[in-house]
């Protein structure tokens, strides 16, 4: 194991399990935990899906296709800045060729 990777405990429903990681992602990743149980408990809690093992899967869909929205969202926000940067610079390449005509 890396000397820079430390030993982390994570509760996930009720289960502990022990991650290596980077201290620098030591916060997300304790964030993600909690949210991840936060998310089984809910799907458990709700009665409609049983089994640790499905309650899992489901949960690692649920975010996965979250993740993708927000990738999705964030390519189309890309898209969208660098169309008005290219407008603008257009526009200021315009008035610069304008005052040296002038």
Do not use: W
Not at 5 to 30: H, N, W
Not at 44 to 62: F, Y
């Amino acid at each position: 194991m890396n000397q820079k990777f430390q030993p982390i405990s994570l509760t996930i429903m009720g289960k502990e399990y022990k991650i290596a990681c980077d201290p620098e992602e030591r916060d997300t990743l304790v964030r993600s935990a909690q949210q991840l149980d936060e998310k089984m408990r809910k799907m458990r809690d709700s009665g409609k899906i049983s089994g640790p093992d499905r309650i899992a899967v489901m949960a690692a869909l649920n975010l996965s296709h979250e993740l993708e929205s927000v990738k999705n969202q964030n390519a189309l926000l890309n898209q969208q800045l660098s169309e008005c940067l290219d407008h603008m610079r257009n526009k200021i390449e315009n008035v610069l060729e304008n005052q040296q005509t002038e």
